[in-house]
């Protein structure tokens, strides 16, 4: 472990490194931006990651997530990255939950150093952010990589900070966190770039979790380029692994 963490240990030095070996992060979303921050987390050396993700690999994935390849669409992303994550670090502990976060879905969020929000439903994100919020658990929030391309109008700050508050996505989000309340107190990864697509697409989504429950909502389909979700994915770990350093 030391050789494969010695460049780590070269900036942050040892007794950081063996800290992390101790923590314990849940990533929801394992797509282009939760896909990104678990594996910097795993090449950090965090010793513990708990992943939460109901969907498989498709190919319109290829083009900005780390773990599409063509030869597994189709199979499960928290089974592709459990295989991926004891690749880099043969010591790492990490479960799987492989199903839709709902409110019906009961995760004790008390025993996480860090929760990671890389999740794109509206109603699962806004539950995710308040019951964080609530439980004084540190979050951080991707608010949107979709519709965008240049990765460097990028920023880390918290949700009373946001510059461009006007984008449909964050409106929303922060229209019903408002609602609960919540107006300031979770970080989030935001963008100064106003969103564009060609075109807009949206279908009906129906899920259908563990618990039987019935998620259905209306999904519109962003545009998204291999640069911004990646970028965002490693700010979102830069930020959780220099929090941990405190």
């Given at each position: 472990?030391s050789?494969?963490f ?5 900036y ?6 063996e800290n ?6 849940c990533i929801l979303?394992?797509?282009g ?20 993700d ?17 030869s597994?669409?189709?199979v ?26 709902s ?23 806004v ?12 979050v951080i929030s ?18 009373s900070?946001?510059e ?35 075109e ?6 129906r ?27 490693i ?12």
């Open positions: 472990m050789e494969l010695s460049r780590n240990i070269l942050w030095g040892k007794e950081f490194q992390l070996a101790s923590k314990n992060i979303g394992l797509g931006v939760g896909g990104y921050t678990c594996e910097m987390l795993a090449r950090a050396g965090v010793g513990k990651l708990t992943l939460l109901f969907d498989t690999v498709s190919t319109s994935n290829i083009n900005r997530q780390i773990i599409a390849l063509q597994n669409v189709g499960k992303k928290t089974k592709l990255f459990e295989e991926r994550l004891k690749n880099i670090n043969p010591a790492i502990e990490v479960s799987s939950i492989d199903d839709f976060y409110e019906s879905l009961t995760l004790d969020f008390i025993r996480f150093d860090f929760v990671v929000d890389a999740i794109d439903s509206m109603r699962s994100k539950h995710l952010l308040e019951t964080c919020h609530k439980l004084g658990v540190p991707s608010m949107g990589a979709g519709n965008r391309l240049d990765p460097t109008a990028l920023y880390i700050c918290d949700i900070e946001i461009n508050k006007n984008a449909p996505f964050v409106s929303n989000i922060l229209y019903q966190l408002k609602k609960r309340g919540i107006e300031s107190g979770i970080t989030v990864v935001a963008s100064r770039e106003k969103p564009f697509s060609q807009k697409i949206s279908e009906q989504e899920i259908e979790t563990k618990s039987g429950e019935i998620v259905e909502f209306n999904k519109i389909i962003p545009s998204s380029t291999p640069f911004v979700a990646s970028t965002a994915g700010f979102m770990a830069y930020h959780i692994i220099k929090e941990l350093s405190k």
